[in-house]
Protein backbone atom coordinates (compact mmCIF):
# COMPACT_ATOMS: atom_id res chain seq x y z
CA UNK A 1 0.00 0.00 0.00
CA UNK A 2 1.93 3.50 -0.87
CA UNK A 3 2.34 5.58 1.62
CA UNK A 4 0.23 8.12 0.67
CA UNK A 5 -3.08 6.10 0.34
CA UNK A 6 -1.88 4.92 4.33
CA UNK A 7 -1.23 8.78 5.56
CA UNK A 8 -4.52 9.39 4.06
CA UNK A 9 -6.73 6.37 5.45
CA UNK A 10 -5.51 7.57 8.30
CA UNK A 11 -6.21 11.45 8.24
CA UNK A 12 -9.29 10.41 7.98
CA UNK A 13 -9.54 8.04 10.94
CA UNK A 14 -8.07 10.35 13.14
CA UNK A 15 -10.50 13.48 12.18
CA UNK A 16 -13.85 10.83 12.83
CA UNK A 17 -15.27 11.77 16.51
CA UNK A 18 -15.10 8.53 18.46
CA UNK A 19 -18.21 6.46 18.40
CA UNK A 20 -18.86 7.53 22.11
CA UNK A 21 -18.86 11.18 20.83
CA UNK A 22 -21.70 10.76 18.89
CA UNK A 23 -25.27 11.57 20.66
CA UNK A 24 -27.60 8.73 21.26
CA UNK A 25 -30.17 10.29 18.81
CA UNK A 26 -28.47 8.79 15.83
CA UNK A 27 -29.08 4.89 17.51
CA UNK A 28 -31.82 3.08 16.00
CA UNK A 29 -34.76 4.22 17.98
CA UNK A 30 -34.80 7.69 17.35
CA UNK A 31 -36.51 10.40 19.18
CA UNK A 32 -35.62 12.96 16.54
CA UNK A 33 -38.74 11.75 14.99
CA UNK A 34 -40.54 13.65 17.66
CA UNK A 35 -38.56 17.19 17.10
CA UNK A 36 -38.41 17.44 13.11
CA UNK A 37 -40.98 18.53 11.50
CA UNK A 38 -41.86 16.01 8.63
CA UNK A 39 -43.46 19.04 6.53
CA UNK A 40 -40.36 20.91 6.87
CA UNK A 41 -38.54 18.02 5.63
CA UNK A 42 -40.69 16.83 2.87
CA UNK A 43 -40.81 20.57 1.13
CA UNK A 44 -37.88 22.29 2.47
CA UNK A 45 -34.76 19.48 2.63
CA UNK A 46 -35.84 16.67 0.12
CA UNK A 47 -35.72 19.53 -2.81
CA UNK A 48 -31.56 19.88 -1.59
CA UNK A 49 -31.48 16.51 -2.35
CA UNK A 50 -32.44 16.95 -6.15
CA UNK A 51 -30.82 19.87 -6.94
CA UNK A 52 -28.49 20.19 -9.34
CA UNK A 53 -25.23 21.72 -8.77
CA UNK A 54 -21.71 22.85 -10.69
CA UNK A 55 -19.09 20.63 -10.69
CA UNK A 56 -21.05 18.02 -8.18
CA UNK A 57 -23.57 15.43 -8.95
CA UNK A 58 -26.96 15.62 -7.03
CA UNK A 59 -27.13 13.96 -3.69
CA UNK A 60 -29.87 11.47 -5.06
CA UNK A 61 -27.60 10.19 -7.55
CA UNK A 62 -25.32 8.82 -5.05
CA UNK A 63 -28.16 8.48 -2.30
CA UNK A 64 -30.57 6.26 -4.25
CA UNK A 65 -28.11 3.19 -4.62
CA UNK A 66 -25.53 1.95 -2.68
CA UNK A 67 -24.81 4.65 0.19
CA UNK A 68 -26.20 3.52 3.69
CA UNK A 69 -28.31 6.84 2.95
CA UNK A 70 -30.43 5.30 1.02
CA UNK A 71 -33.06 7.41 -0.51
CA UNK A 72 -36.64 5.82 -1.95
CA UNK A 73 -36.03 5.37 -5.84
CA UNK A 74 -38.13 8.24 -7.68
CA UNK A 75 -40.89 6.55 -10.43
CA UNK A 76 -40.19 7.02 -13.46
CA UNK A 77 -40.80 9.99 -14.50
CA UNK A 78 -41.43 11.55 -11.23
CA UNK A 79 -39.47 14.86 -9.98
CA UNK A 80 -40.29 14.67 -6.16
CA UNK A 81 -41.57 12.13 -4.42
CA UNK A 82 -44.92 10.44 -2.95
CA UNK A 83 -46.01 10.76 0.46
CA UNK A 84 -44.89 7.50 1.00
CA UNK A 85 -41.58 7.48 -0.22
CA UNK A 86 -41.00 11.12 1.76
CA UNK A 87 -41.86 9.52 4.97
CA UNK A 88 -39.12 6.90 4.31
CA UNK A 89 -36.72 8.93 3.56
CA UNK A 90 -37.35 10.94 6.20
CA UNK A 91 -36.90 8.02 8.32
CA UNK A 92 -33.65 7.01 6.65
CA UNK A 93 -32.24 10.65 7.10
CA UNK A 94 -33.21 10.86 10.90
CA UNK A 95 -30.37 9.09 12.27
CA UNK A 96 -27.96 11.21 10.54
CA UNK A 97 -29.24 14.08 12.68
CA UNK A 98 -28.71 15.09 16.21
CA UNK A 99 -31.99 17.63 17.23
CA UNK A 100 -30.42 21.04 17.83
CA UNK A 101 -27.18 19.95 17.34
CA UNK A 102 -25.25 20.93 14.53
CA UNK A 103 -22.06 19.95 15.63
CA UNK A 104 -22.94 16.19 15.22
CA UNK A 105 -25.25 16.08 12.90
CA UNK A 106 -23.74 14.06 9.94
CA UNK A 107 -26.45 15.70 7.40
CA UNK A 108 -24.93 18.64 8.04
CA UNK A 109 -21.31 17.61 8.02
CA UNK A 110 -20.55 15.09 5.65
CA UNK A 111 -21.03 17.36 2.34
CA UNK A 112 -19.35 20.66 4.20
CA UNK A 113 -16.16 21.67 3.35
CA UNK A 114 -13.65 20.62 6.28
CA UNK A 115 -12.12 23.84 5.93
CA UNK A 116 -16.03 25.31 6.86
CA UNK A 117 -15.89 22.62 10.12
CA UNK A 118 -17.17 19.91 7.59
CA UNK A 119 -16.21 16.34 8.58
CA UNK A 120 -12.96 15.24 6.55
CA UNK A 121 -14.39 12.68 3.99
CA UNK A 122 -17.64 12.74 2.04
CA UNK A 123 -17.29 10.55 -0.99
CA UNK A 124 -19.62 12.41 -2.76
CA UNK A 125 -17.46 15.65 -2.51
CA UNK A 126 -18.08 18.67 -0.97
CA UNK A 127 -21.35 20.61 -1.90
CA UNK A 128 -20.74 23.74 0.51
CA UNK A 129 -17.53 25.79 1.34
CA UNK A 130 -19.45 27.22 3.89
CA UNK A 131 -21.99 27.31 6.71
CA UNK A 132 -23.84 30.45 5.00
CA UNK A 133 -24.55 28.71 2.07
CA UNK A 134 -28.18 28.77 1.98
CA UNK A 135 -28.85 24.97 1.29
CA UNK A 136 -26.71 24.17 4.16
CA UNK A 137 -28.84 27.23 6.49
CA UNK A 138 -32.43 25.37 5.54
CA UNK A 139 -30.92 21.85 6.35
CA UNK A 140 -29.25 23.68 10.17
CA UNK A 141 -32.77 25.08 10.50
CA UNK A 142 -34.56 22.15 10.24
CA UNK A 143 -32.04 20.37 12.67
CA UNK A 144 -32.68 23.13 14.85
CA UNK A 145 -36.10 22.61 15.06
CA UNK A 146 -37.86 24.74 12.36
CA UNK A 147 -41.51 24.15 10.97
CA UNK A 148 -42.71 24.04 8.10
CA UNK A 149 -43.66 27.95 7.25
CA UNK A 150 -41.91 29.46 9.91
CA UNK A 151 -39.36 31.97 9.14
CA UNK A 152 -35.24 31.10 8.55
CA UNK A 153 -32.60 32.36 10.52
CA UNK A 154 -29.20 32.78 10.25
CA UNK A 155 -26.89 29.98 11.98
CA UNK A 156 -23.31 30.00 12.44
CA UNK A 157 -22.70 27.21 14.82
CA UNK A 158 -25.68 26.72 17.21
CA UNK A 159 -29.13 26.41 17.70
CA UNK A 160 -29.50 29.21 19.94
CA UNK A 161 -28.56 32.62 17.87
Known amino acids: ??????????AALLTQPPAAAAPAAQAAGNPAEKLLDFEYFRTQIQPIFLATRDGNSRCYS????????????????????????SRRNYQVVLPRVIPRN?????????PLAAEAGGSFYHSGGKHWTSILNPEWQTLANWVCGRKAGEKLVVLTGACGE
Request: proline share 7%; hydrophobic share 45%; charged share 15%.
Open 1 to 10: MPVALLLLLA
Open 102 to 110: LNFSRLLLH
Open 62 to 85: CHSKGTPMRLQELSPGATAWTEDQ
